[in-house]
């Protein structure tokens, strides 16, 4: 069955980095366009990143623009999501995502697998 399985979260101060990595297993992943969201409790999980399948097109929600980087390794069957300058709203368990076609999508109805999160505290 498909797996997906998020690590690399943790507890960093504000302007600290942090390098989430999601394996994947049972699916063909170089077919998958590939996301990260996010979500606190009490709120709707949200769109923060996307890739698709060659890593030729990536998108991200305006907050993140210039500090978060989504990256794709096909051969390992990994996507990556390289956080830079965190603020404590980026407090979050942070999701990985798949969907089997060669387009972003920002409503997370449009993704087929998910993983089980992996949670990220900024603190002040």
């Known amino acids: 069955q498909v797996q997906l399985v998020e690590s690399g979260g943790g507890l960093v101060q504000t302007g600290g980095s942090l390098r989430l990595s999601c394996v994947s297993s049972g699916l063909t992943f170089s077919s998958y366009t590939m996301a990260w969201f996010r979500q606190v409790p009490g709120k709707e999980r949200e769109f923060v990143a996307a890739?698709?399948?060659?890593?030729?097109?990536?998108y991200y929600k305006n907050s993140v623009k210039g500090r978060f980087t989504i990256s794709r390794d096909n051969a390992n069957k990994t996507v990556f999501l390289q956080m830079s300058s965190l603020k404590p709203e980026d407090t979050a368990v942070y999701y990985c995502?798949?969907?089997?076609?060669?387009?972003?999508?920002?409503?997370?109805?449009?993704?087929?697998?998910w993983g089980q999160g992996t949670q990220v505290t900024v603190s002040s």
């Open positions: 890739v698709r399948r060659t890593a030729t097109f990536t």
């Open positions: 995502a798949a969907r089997n076609i060669d387009m972003i999508f920002t409503d997370l109805t449009q993704y087929d697998y």
